[in-house]
């Protein structure tokens, strides 16, 4: 079976949807079939994205991209800085 990715705004629209009807008393696995996903996942989504909103969501994943590229840029100033080190040391 090939799996399928939700974007966030898919993923909390369902979980919107599960919320509705688990509060009408349907069970967690009725649920899980309805929406065409696993109990784990249902349970992962909403550890994740339990209480988001749709524009919380997308300026989440704003900011985890803006932390990537941050991340990279430090990673290649510390390998420049290791570089110019070891030539200045003549180790080159």
Do not use: H
Request: aromatic content about 6%; charged content about 40%; proline content about 1%.
């Amino acid at each position: 079976m090939a799996r399928k990715k939700y974007s966030p705004e898919q993923v909390i629209r369902m979980l919107r949807e599960a919320e509705v009807e688990l509060a009408q008393g349907v069970a967690v696995d009725a649920v899980c079939k309805k929406l065409g996903i696993t109990k784990n996942t249902y349970y992962r989504w909403r550890k994740e994205y339990g209480g988001l909103k749709v524009d919380q969501a997308k300026r989440l994943k704003e900011l985890e991209q803006e932390n990537a590229r941050l991340k990279r840029l430090v990673a290649d100033k510390e390998l420049d800085i290791a570089i110019l080190r070891e030539v200045a040391e003549g180790n080159f």
